[in-house]
């Protein structure tokens, strides 16, 4: 506990005092790399290999604590998945053969509230609306309007992943307890 503290600490703050530099003359600056390749250099070619293991041995331990702090989220998960009756298991408890029924009360939850989130969230007409926030002209209500069909055509036409992937996050969500969606 007093590693995570001491990492949190806030550094002291440092004065400083403003310099004002002039340059004379009409030197020429050596030419940069362009903004855009620059942005996307492989910034590990220029690092120390020490440095990068450290940063390697921290992702790793990161990665490990967090696996492990999940584990309990992970095993309740798992026994859910179990109880929508969806996996076959051949049970030999009390005899060979035994009935291994699951009520489908927590798969029919799960469809219906997927169904319902589902009609909500996608209506036929697109997810998308627009509301006017201060004084209403007839342009601005008209750019509103072009903004929304133009949103709807992106994801409902254009996003050919949008709409089945959210479906399939509806799923998962009553589940899990909670769902994260990128949109690129």
Known sequence: MAEIE???ELPEEVETEEVDVEVEGEEE????ES????FYRNLAEDMDDRVLGRMSAELIQDYKRDKVSRSDWEQAYTQGLDLL?????NNTRPFQGASGVT???LSEAVTQF???????????????RTTVVGSQTKEVEDQAT?????????LMEEMEEYTPDTDQLLFYLPLAG?????IY
Do not use: C, I, T, W
């Not at 600056?29 to 940069?32: R, S, T």
């Not at 903004?35 to 620059?38: F, H, I, L, S, V």
């Not at 009756?85 to 298991?89: E, M, R, S």
């Open 6 to 8: 001491k990492q949190n």
């Open 29 to 32: 600056l050596p030419e940069e």
């Open 35 to 38: 903004p855009e390749e620059d």
């Open 85 to 89: 009756g969806f996996k076959y298991v």
């Open 103 to 105: 009520h489908p009360l």
């Open 114 to 128: 997927q169904a319902q989130a589902y009609k909500e969230l996608l209506p036929s007409d697109g997810p998308v």
């Open 146 to 154: 072009r903004v929304k069909d133009f949103m709807n055509y992106m």
């Open 178 to 182: 909670s769902a994260f969606k990128k």
